[in-house]
């Protein structure tokens, strides 16, 4: 395996920061106010430690083999890429539960598929998922820091 898969980790946490920004912009949270007054603080009620390690390594490994290796996977027997990344994407979006997650989950999909597509290993979406989830935990301590 090349080091060239360690991209994933900055194409992650970048991806993160400008779909968590366009989120914000969009005014979704103020139309939809339960994702920040309830889940958000229910999200990172845990310490740092227990957070990194359900939002950095659980939680990827875990949406990652079933919508990438599974969903994905299948699909892409019977349909083209690009149908295969909308469907599994779409699929990962609604698992969300919630629009503003749903609104970041749908293109954040895309991107895990086009990563997956370009290494060719679980690693690649694995690095995307957990580098982005750590960029949002590290930004929602970092603001609540110095609050």
Do not use: D
Request: aromatic letters at 16%; hydrophobic letters at 55%.
């Amino acid at each position: 395996m090349s080091i060239k898969i360690l991209r994933c980790i900055p194409i992650g946490a970048a991806s993160s920061i400008i779909l968590n920004r366009l989120i914000l912009l969009s005014g979704l949270l103020e139309l939809f106010p339960y994702y920040s007054l309830v889940a958000v603080p229910k999200l990172f009620s845990y310490g740092p430690l227990v957070a990194f390690f359900l939002y950095c390594v659980l939680t990827p490994l875990w949406e990652e083999a079933f919508f990438r290796l599974i969903i994905y996977g299948q699909l892409k027997k019977r349909l083209p890429l690009w149908a295969s990344a909308a469907v599994s994407s779409a699929l990962f979006a609604l698992y969300h539960g919630n629009v503003p997650q749903a609104a970041y989950a749908l293109p954040f999909g895309f991107i895990i598929c086009h990563e997956y597509e370009c290494f060719k290993s679980f690693l690649a979406p694995v690095l995307v998922h957990a580098s982005a989830n750590g960029a949002v935990l590290l930004m929602y301590y970092l603001q609540h820091a110095s609050s």
